[in-house]
């Protein structure tokens, strides 16, 4: 879509990724086998993939804070795909993702562990599961959030 990161740990700050569109995966980016890209005070909108329309995260733990993620459409992880990866996700806010299965806001599979703090996920939609989050075989860590619907973690609100 709009960047894609192969092994590599780029700083991203102040960018606005917007009506991208991937065939595939990462409609904004898409991070592949990279251990540390660094995004900060970006917003992700209206952005297009299957596989996570605003950022699709592969084997990957980047740093995301302070970034938007709104409007976003994929078939699974409107805002945000985490497959085996270990994102940190700080003071970000997701609202009118959408995705066709499952992960309006966020959708992690397979052995992920993403740290979510201090976020809001409010509005965002899914086909399947109608969850904010979504987790296949994943361990996420989500606290001081406001969650639609709720979420397990510490000082998490709905």
Known sequence: GGMSNYESSPTIINCIFSNNTAEDWGG?????????????????SGNTADWGGGVYN??????????IFYGNTAR???????????????NCTFSGNEATW???????????SPTVANCILWGNSDGAVGNEIYNDDSTPTVTY??????????????
Do not use: E, K, R
């Open 28 to 44: 904004a980016m898409f991070n592949d086998n990279s251990s540390s890209p660094t995004i900060i005070n970006c917003t992700f």
């Open 58 to 67: 592969l084997n990957s733990s980047p740093t995301v804070t302070n970034c």
């Open 76 to 90: 699974n992880g409107g805002g945000m795909l985490n497959l085996v990866s270990d994102p940190t996700i700080t």
């Open 102 to 112: 499952s992960g309006g806001g966020m959708a992690n599979h397979w052995s992920g």
């Open 145 to 158: 959030s406001c969650i639609q619907g709720g979420y397990t973690g510490t000082g998490n609100i709905d």
